[in-house]
């Protein structure tokens, strides 16, 4: 079993930055794809961005291209996501999540692709 806790949400003035973790526990999540969600209030869940196993290939939706930065470090079991300038349209709760298939070539950014989920962080930002 894998337990997912994401940190590193709060408030946040258009522009700003925050950079959310995700610590991997109970298994390695080192040999998992990973991706970060989110979901604003009366939407859907959506993938922000993935990142294979080893980090070589990622993944960003179009609104966050340039501005958002998903990355990985196996040797500690965490995810993380850079989040620099920005927007009100960013206010959600985001979500970590992995998957428990060792190795897999392959970026996932279908949420049913996931088998493991944080608890979720709210990321507020204010215009």
């Known amino acids: 079993q894998v337990q997912l806790v994401e940190s590193g949400g709060g408030l946040v003035q258009a522009g700003g930055s925050l950079r959310l973790s995700c610590a991997g526990s109970?298994?390695?999540?080192?040999?998992?794809?990973m991706g970060w969600f989110r979901q604003a209030p009366g939407t859907k869940r959506a993938v922000v961005a993935a990142?294979?196993?080893?980090?070589?290939?990622?993944y960003y939706v179009d609104s966050v291209k340039g501005r958002f930065t998903i990355s990985r470090d196996n040797a500690k079991n965490t995810l993380y996501l850079q989040m620099n300038s920005l927007k009100p349209e960013d206010t959600a709760v985001y979500y970590c999540?992995?998957?428990?298939?060792?190795?897999?070539?392959?970026?996932?950014?279908?949420?049913?692709?996931?088998?493991?989920w944080g608890q979720g962080t709210q990321v507020t930002v204010s215009s």
């Open positions: 990142i294979r196993w080893s980090g070589g290939s990622r």
């Open positions: 999540a992995a998957r428990s298939e060792y190795y897999s070539s392959t970026v996932y950014t279908d949420e049913d692709k996931y088998d493991y």
């Open positions: 109970g298994r390695t999540i080192s040999s998992f794809a």
